[in-house]
């Protein structure tokens, strides 16, 4: 009896950030549930970071088993700390496969974490589930490569749209390996898996009667060097309004250091800094939000579907398919001052947030992902890459 008969198909979910295991959380949960799989946890990179809250506790306190732990973050806010902690991930990763012998690697997103994964599970033979490629980043450039890159490493696809299956294929890619998914990330939206925003808002001292701007940005990796001055222009717009702020601290990308800094700067009694929330509660305060600023991909995917307008910062999410619910502007106080106000006050534009529908709502992704996983045939036309072009 080979082992994955004796214990169902092994398949490992590589986890690198907080936010994008809030996106893999319910594929993991359909895996665990499956009769005839069983779920391997991997947490790398920020997970195990202190400065960044530890999320890797939060996986466990969630109820899932962390197999194996690998340290790749190379101290220090620059290109060069991320390139070297991309071959430490590697070589950690390929080590930690090696002893879990899973059957197959299931990673998602445009990080480094699931590059080095892919890196290491495609050269020793060890088929690579991507989801959420094909999407587009026009002011994230290497964000973009490292996504596109691991397409042509990953041997099952499950975008997140119809459309980011068809940035798939163009690739290359064969139309059997793609599954349109949808994006993971709305199956607890959808399902009201979230803490009560009456109660996230109490927990933390937030006052309802005020409004409340939800503050997510990250630093762009072509300019770490104004990663600071950008997110001072952020907090001089929001810190105009008379409204609760609540910032979430940036991923560990060059530049987040700087920003961390001005975000620390700045805290007081309007402003509270969090290094990191549970999923639950970060999107029972996107609930709670009257607006949401800054560039993260939360405010494209899953910020829809809560009705909640946002103003979208800079290039990094430009490109992106997306909602009517975004006003997109540029690392300037003034503009998004503008904007944040447009978002509050604009009855007209919050009607037409709050009609709109959400391009990445397929309902059921992770459902849909532990299937296809389920199904597949293992072996070596699974692994034969072939062009299509």
């Not at 466990?60 to 690998?70: E, I, L």
């Not at 109490?202 to 503050?215: A, F, I, K, Q």
């Not at 007081?268 to 639950?280: E, I, M």
Request: aromatic share 4%; charged share 30%.
């Amino acid at each position: 009896m080979s082992d994955e008969e004796a214990g169902g198909r092994r398949v490992l979910v590589l986890t690198g950030t907080r936010a994008e295991y809030g996106l893999l959380r319910s594929s993991m949960a359909a895996i665990r549930a499956h009769g005839d799989l069983s779920l391997q946890v991997v947490a790398t990179g920020m997970h195990l970071s202190p400065r960044h809250g530890r999320t890797v506790e939060e996986i466990r306190a969630d109820g899932f088993d962390v197999d194996r732990t690998v340290l790749m973050q190379v101290e220090g806010d620059t290109g060069r700390a991320m390139a070297k902690s991309l071959g430490i991930g590697t070589a950690g990763l390929a080590e930690a496969f090696e002893s879990l012998a899973p059957d197959v690697v299931l990673l998602l997103g445009d990080r480094d974490e699931a590059l080095a994964g892919a890196l290491a599970a495609a050269h020793m033979n060890i088929p690579v589930a991507h989801v959420h490629g094909g999407d587009a980043m026009g002011g994230a450039i290497i964000d973009d490569s490292i996504r596109h890159a691991i397409t042509k490493f990953a041997h099952l696809h499950f975008p997140a749209s119809e459309l980011s299956a068809e940035r798939i294929r163009k690739m290359g890619e064969e139309p059997w390996r793609v599954t349109v998914a949808g994006a993971p990330g709305l199956d607890d939206v959808l399902a009201g898996e979230y803490d009560d925003p009456e109660t996230v808002l109490e927990r933390h001292d937030l006052d309802p009667d005020r409004p409340l701007l939800l503050v997510v940005q990250h630093p762009l990796t072509t300019e770490p060097e104004h990663a600071g001055e950008q997110m001072g222009a952020t907090l001089d717009a929001v810190g105009s309004f008379d409204a609760e702020v609540v910032v979430i601290y940036p991923n560990s990308d060059a530049g987040g250091d700087r920003m961390i800094a001005e975000i620390e700067d700045r805290e007081g009694d309007d402003l509270r800094a969090f290094r990191s929330l549970p999923r639950r509660e970060y999107l029972g305060l996107m609930a709670a939000a009257d607006a949401m600023v800054g560039n993260s991909s939360s405010g494209v995917i899953e910020a829809p579907s809560f009705d909640l307008p946002v103003v979208d910062i800079g290039p990094r999410q430009e490109g992106r398919e997306r909602a009517a619910n975004t006003l997109s502007v540029a690392h300037e106080a003034d503009a998004i001052r503008a904007a944040i106000e447009q978002c509050l006050t604009d009855e007209a534009f919050r009607e037409r947030v709050a009609d709109a529908a959400n391009p990445y709502d397929y309902g059921g992704a992770g459902e849909r992902i532990c299937e296809r996983l389920a199904e597949v045939e293992l072996g070596e036309e699974l692994l034969r890459k072939r062009l299509t072009y």
